[in-house]
């Protein structure tokens, strides 16, 4: 079947630390993988994409990189913002079909 | 980009009335919408599928006959919480795929924000 699996928050860091949100999928065939962010009181937006292995997708500085090897799209990013706080939500929509599988959301908090 | 309307985003309702959330897509077509709930702090809960034309397929566990769907055309759907209790207040959010194209991401609207009093 297909599942994501994402780690576990809350995470806080403080401004201009470094991070990583760990996420790993489990998926018949080629699946694309998604980060997507949900800021407090909003939908979900898209952060970035990869549809496949050895893609790497980036915006505003976060970066993640689809490894078919170890079936794992973790997030990234040098230097977070006090903006950056949300809970970000790893993601997979498998070759066939519609749905998008979800990760169970990891809560971000940047301090100044 | 591709943008998912939902309307309202926020409601107050009395119990035992209804409610009806609309989803829409506004510059592309979704053959596929779908419906989801979260809870506070957490993650993202699939009620149904709603696909234009036919009826919508929900998941285990959520009632059909209360959360009624209509995906009437393909910019379209709606949600009806029938007859709400408290226990529905939850943040409702819906989402849409681009039909016409091939691994693209999910739309989501802004979410609605129930509260029944």
């Known amino acids: 079947g297909n599942s994501v699996t994402q780690m576990e928050g809350p995470v806080t860091l403080s401004e201009e630390a470094f991070l990583t949100i760990n996420c790993t999928y489990t998926?018949?065939?080629?699946?694309?993988l998604f980060w997507y962010v949900q800021y407090p009181g909003e939908g979900l937006q898209l952060l970035l994409k990869a549809t496949k292995a050895d893609d790497k997708g980036s915006n505003k500085g976060f970066e993640a990189t689809y490894r078919k090897e170890t079936t794992s799209f973790h997030l990234e990013k040098g230097s977070v913002q006090v903006s950056d706080s949300a809970v970000y939500f790893c993601?997979?929509?498998?070759?066939?079909?519609?749905?998008?599988?979800f990760g169970t959301g990891t809560s971000l908090t940047v301090i100044p | 980009g591709a943008v998912v309307s939902q309307h309202p985003s926020r409601v107050i309702c009395k119990s035992g009335t209804s409610v009806k959330i609309e989803c829409r897509s506004l510059?592309?077509?979704?053959?596929?919408m779908f419906w989801y709930r979260q809870f506070p702090k957490q993650s993202l809960m699939l009620m149904a599928t709603s696909n234009e034309g036919s009826k919508a397929t929900y998941e285990q566990g959520v009632e059909k006959d209360k959360f009624l769907i209509n995906h009437a055309s393909l910019t379209l759907s709606t949600l009806t919480v029938t007859s709400a209790h408290p226990e529905d207040s939850s943040f409702y959010i819906c989402?849409?795929?681009?039909?016409?194209?091939?691994?693209?991401?999910?739309?989501f609207g802004q979410g609605t924000r129930l509260t029944v009093v």
């Open positions: 993601a997979l929509t498998p070759l066939t079909g519609n749905q998008f599988y």
């Open positions: 998926a018949t065939g080629y699946p694309s």
């Open positions: 989402s849409a795929r681009d039909g016409a194209a091939m691994n693209t991401e999910a739309f």
């Open positions: 510059d592309f077509q979704a053959t596929t």
